[in-house]
């Protein structure tokens, strides 16, 4: 049997993609809520000042969309946007949704973070970055908000996201890792160290155009935290680096190595070193968005200010993180190698002096340009944000600029968007012909012992082409390795010529989840590359290698409820939705560190704790309610539609986190289960009779089809 099928998947700084919020999602671009702030003390602004320096909060009661949270814990945040509010008394929120109440949390975030728009009187730059930095890199979810306090309004404010445990979520495998902040400013540099760049190392403050009063560069650090070598002790790692939290015992080692291996390694040998400790593309990736938007403070321009790093514990790699953007879209001269010849920001200094790298980051370059920074796009998106907010920052009596510089503002940022695309374009690396793919393709043969899978790619033959490769990663947190795809040559099929190369994947075991994308490399004296998807490593292709027929896994997910009313409560009383599990061998099965999600994307969600065992025939209940901390019982951070879902059984890390088991359930309705039949080897039906904890009786009313793990 021969199947074709193209998946692309959107993933995170290593595969995971973004989580969307169900229903009301608390940053919607499109969306001006309204915070109501109310305290009990009339004389809470300086309350709250006096509480600025220890960050101790002030409780007070927040109502959302008529939505009441008691309790909530408030107070001042930020540096110069609290000490430079001008003649306002406008600063900037960090209010605690779960500071009284740990469960409490608004439309699912427990964090908030209200920003006065110091240094933007468009209040526009740090949302309009942020959001797309996410289409690519890690970086925080924005809108805007107006806030109301004690019944007076205080304008309009930036949303930003917390870069939190729960951000970090969002982008990868868990939260089980180190992040910090990278902060050199404690090491401030008066010049230029290492790098003759425009505005490479100097602090002659550039000032903007009157809609931007107050932007100035400044502060360019000495690169002590954008991961230079300092040493081996871990004293200067502490001081240039703010750690926000961590789960390793030795949380600077891991940054210890990957300064060392970046700045230590011959250039030779970096490639071969490098990726397993640094997620090099995405590091890529992130340094084009900071100078394709001009990213005034951030890693590349102040060698290392305000910008997140995380180790991923699954990977064993660092990943950068977009974080503080209010200061960009200014300066329209940065070079598309800015500090490219600055020893103090290796990551543009070492990475770019090696040949494959450029042209990997050139490639991105031009998809930001064709796909991210465009006059239509970019315009687009500042006419939405100004009609959603014109007349309430009219309105707004407190807000640190004029209207009118407002009104300015908005002009100057359209303005930028078109001349730094021309200035980037240029640049004659960067306007170079790229080779075409005008298509990918896989084919799925099955085999005696799984699957074998051909992946054909087909190019235009007006740029003429070298090679191609295929880098494929087998399993969720393998490093990508590339292979040589064969040259079928030209051929001609209505009318239209095609370089087409070739590719057979057939070494993967049955439940391996692969990850694919290809490089095209033009036959010029720069190996000028493109990537399908584009977005690679972030957009990837994905399949999924089956189990050959006859094949079964020994734990089975036997019946699932989706919309449980009365059927069974769990141990906290409340009737939630559940999955039950089925051990159809005859010997016990420890499924301590085996996943379940409702995510292929995210297949690591819900991790079965140590202990759990499950008898010959025994069955397992897993109440999906999102209380994964709840005691007693199995309780997943997940919930289940009941409009229908797949939910999928992955295995442990020593057995490569294959895929145990998934199925796909219907739309279910109240008291509806949808189970095995016969039980534990049959397939899954939509029955009235749920029988949890019991073997599944004859179902009323047969429906559904079969589990891809049944013969």
């Known amino acids: 049997m021969t199947t074709k099928a193209l998946v692309v998947l959107s993933v995170g700084a290593a595969m995971w993609g973004i989580c969307a919020a169900s229903g009301a999602d608390l940053y919607d671009e499109g969306v001006l809520a309204v915070l109501e702030l109310r305290f009990p003390q009339s004389n809470w602004y300086t309350l709250l000042t006096n509480n600025y320096q220890s960050k101790t909060d002030l409780a007070a009661t927040l109502t959302v969309d008529g939505v009441v949270y008691e309790g909530v814990g408030v107070r001042f945040r930020g540096n110069t946007s609290y000490q430079m509010v001008r003649n306002s008394q406008k600063k900037s929120f960090n209010i605690s949704i779960d500071y009284t109440f740990p469960d409490q949390r608004l439309m699912g975030y427990k964090t908030l973070n209200l920003l006065n728009c110091n240094n933007d009187a468009t209040f526009m730059r740090e949302v309009l970055y942020s959001n797309m930095c996410r289409r690519q890199v890690p970086s925080a979810k924005a809108n805007f908000v107006r806030l109301v306090i004690n019944g007076e309004n205080w304008g309009v404010y930036a949303n930003v996201q917390q870069l939190n445990a729960q ?24 010049g230029n160290t290492g790098g003759v760049t425009p505005g490479g190392g100097g602090v002659t403050p550039i000032r903007r155009s009157v809609g931007d009063i107050g932007i100035a560069e400044g502060g360019v650090t000495t690169g002590v935290a ?31 190595r990957t300064c060392d291996v970046l700045n230590n390694t011959p250039l030779a040998q970096l490639p071969d070193k490098i990726e397993s ?28 200010s305000d910008y997140g790093l995380y180790y991923e514990p699954e990977t064993g790699r660092i990943h950068l993180m977009q974080y503080d953007g209010n200061e960009c879209m200014g300066a329209t001269t940065w070079p598309i190698f800015y500090r490219a010849d600055d020893s103090s920001v290796p990551i543009m200094n070492r990475l770019l002096s090696i040949p494959k790298y450029r042209q990997r ?78 298509s990918v393709d896989q084919e799925v043969t099955e085999t005696p012992t799984g699957q074998s899978l051909l992946v054909t790619v087909r190019l235009g033959t007006s740029v003429p082409v070298s090679g191609v490769q295929l880098y494929v990663a087998p399993g969720p947190f393998a490093l990508f390795s590339s292979v040589p795809m064969i040259d079928l040559g030209e051929q001609t099929g209505g009318g239209i010529s095609e370089r087409v190369f070739s590719l057979a994947l057939d070494d993967y075991p049955a439940g391996t989840v692969l990850r694919y994308y290809i490089e095209a490399k033009a036959a010029d004296s ?93 069955y397992l209940l897993i109440w999906a309610d999102e209380d994964g901390q709840d005691e007693p019982g199995l309780h997943a951070n997940f919930k289940l539609s009941a409009q229908g879902e797949t939910i999928w059984l992955f295995d442990t890390i020593e057995n490569g986190h294959i895929l145990l088991d998934s199925i796909t359930i219907d739309r279910l309705e109240g008291d509806q289960s949808y189970a095995r039949y016969p039980d534990g080897t049959g397939v899954m039906q939509i029955s009235s009779i749920p029988t949890p904890l019991g073997a599944n009786t004859v179902p009323l009313g047969v429906q559904g089809g079969e589990s891809p793990l049944v013969p």
């Not at 902040?181 to 008066?190: E, L, P, S, V």
């Not at 871990?234 to 210890?256: C, F, G, M, N, R």
């Not at 315009?379 to 600029?401: F, G, Q, S, W």
């Not at 019946?559 to 009383?573: C, F």
């Open 526 to 618: 720069a190996g000028t590359v493109v990537y399908s998807p584009e977005g690679a490593e972030h957009e990837v292709y994905r399949h999924l290698v089956t189990y050959p027929h006859g094949a079964y896994s020994e734990i089975v997910i036997n019946e699932v409820m989706s919309k449980n009313v009365a059927v069974v409560a769990d141990p906290q009383g409340e009737y939630d939705d559940w999955i039950e599990l089925k051990n159809i061998s005859d010997h016990a099965i420890n499924l301590a560190g085996m996943y379940l999600s409702d995510s292929l994307d995210k297949p690591l969600k819900w991790r079965f704790p140590e202990g759990t065992v499950l008898g010959p025939g025994e």
């Open 361 to 438: 980051y050139l490639a991105h370059v031009r998809t930001i340009l064709n796909t991210h920074f465009t006059t239509d796009l970019l315009n687009a998106k500042i006419d939405a944000y100004r009609a959603l907010i014109e007349a309430e920052v009219a309105a707004d009596t407190k807000k640190l600029y004029t209207t009118q510089e407002f009104l300015t503002g908005v002009t100057v940022l359209k303005s930028f968007v078109q001349t730094r695309r021309t200035a980037i374009l240029a640049n004659s690396e960067v306007n170079r012909a790229s080779p075409i793919i005008n």
């Open 277 to 304: 400790v640094l997620n090099v593309d995405g590091a890529l990736w992130f340094c084009a968005f900071e100078i394709i938007f001009a990213d005034d403070d951030g890693y590349v321009n102040k060698r290392g």
């Open 167 to 190: 951000f970090l979520n969002d982008w990868f495998a868990s939260n089980d890792g180190t992040q910090w902040r990278g902060d050199g400013m404690g090491a401030m540099g008066g």
């Open 226 to 256: 954008a991961l230079t070598w300092q040493g081996a002790n871990v004293a200067p790692y502490q001081s240039a680096y703010e750690l926000k939290s961590t789960h390793q015992a030795d949380p600077w080692a891991s940054l210890i």
